[in-house]
């Protein structure tokens, strides 16, 4: 009898799914569109279809049947509270676990070993473990926190441009940068369709890479990768293990990287910092191999 388990990432901006075998092989991976429920009424079928098509395709490309039944699937998806607000996700599997993606970014950057993750993609959160229970700091939502993350840079990138056009100091070449980006003719239009929703969440987010190179942005990326640091300080603090790694889309400057590592040691001089060793999806996966009650491979193979 085959066995296959899953691990699926359902993120603000995109979904990715990946399926393994029992050695540990990855035989399929796949994508779909975001998956969170931020915002969403009782009718949304968000969550569902974003966990079931990045399943789907990464059935495909592992060529299995549409009648394939997994030992385990675990899904990780941000902003995920203990409650389904939409439409319930229906997977055929013998176990399926939901959860806050935090531990599955948790589970594939140290590799299952105790210690924080700072996660700095669409938005942002810090999860540790090795006290007598797991520690989260951050994580508030694009609307009350998530510093250091790419929404908050751009938001924060944005907002810092009106202000120098409200005052008459226009940053003339930050303006331009954003207006090009998003195809619009002013920073007020900007703002008018981000508010009446042309613009999403994760529009604005990819406005981060651009902001990064904008007169002010390098400052606010530090100022970012400092308050993630004070929060992985105040995980250590709690009794999480002093192993400290970063994951997602943020970590990708080479820069906030190596603001981030120092601040921490700064703040933790014991602490260590490592380059993540998976991705959450694959952190997914290992938690699905605990779910399904076999132990899981040495390796995942696949996955460099």
């Given amino acids: 009898m085959s066995f296959f388990v899953a691990g699926i990432d359902g993120g603000q901006s995109s979904t990715t799914a990946v399926i393994a075998d029992e050695t540990g ?18 009718d949304s079928s968000r969550l569902r279809d974003a966990l079931a098509g990045a399943l789907a395709d ?8 549409d009648t394939t039944r997994f030992a385990a699937i675990v899904a990780g998806v941000s902003g995920y509270d203990g409650e389904v607000r939409g439409r319930t996700p229906a997977m055929a599997t013998q176990r399926f676990v939901l959860l806050h993606d935090a ?33 989260r700091g951050g994580g508030w939502g694009y609307l009350f926190g998530d510093e250091a ?5 751009a938001r924060e990138m944005l907002a810092t441009l009106m202000r120098c056009e409200d005052d008459g100091t226009a940053d003339t070449a930050g303006r331009s940068a954003a207006c090009s980006f ?7 239009h900007v703002a008018r369709h981000f508010y009446d929703g042309r613009i999403s969440r994760a529009a604005l987010a990819a406005f981060a890479p651009v902001a990064l190179h904008l007169r002010e942005g390098r400052a606010l990326a530090d100022r970012g990768a400092d308050r993630l640091a004070e929060l992985v300080a105040v995980a250590i603090e709690n009794g999480a293990a002093p192993l400290v790694a970063g994951a997602g889309g943020m970590f990708g400057d080479d820069g906030f ?4 590592e120092r601040s921490v040691k700064a703040a933790v001089p014991a602490a260590r910092v490592v380059r993540p060793r998976y991705d959450a999806s694959i952190g997914a996966l290992l938690l699905a191999y605990r779910e399904a009650g076999v132990e ?9």
Avoid at 257 to 260: I, S, Y
């Fill in 25 to 42: 092989r990855i035989v399929g991976r796949g994508s779909n569109g975001a998956a969170d429920e931020l915002g969403v009424g009782p």
């Fill in 182 to 188: 998003f195809g619009l003719p002013s920073l007020r």
């Fill in 296 to 304: 899981r491979p040495a390796d995942i193979v696949g996955e460099s």
């Fill in 103 to 135: 531990p599955i970014a948790h589970a594939g950057a140290l590799a299952g070993d105790a210690g924080v993750v700072a996660i700095a993609g669409t938005g942002s959160v810090v999860y540790g473990t090795g006290g007598t229970t797991p520690s």
């Fill in 257 to 260: 990287e190596r603001r981030f």
């Fill in 58 to 65: 990464a059935r495909r490309d592992a060529r299995l049947p």
């Fill in 149 to 153: 993350s790419a929404f908050w840079l």
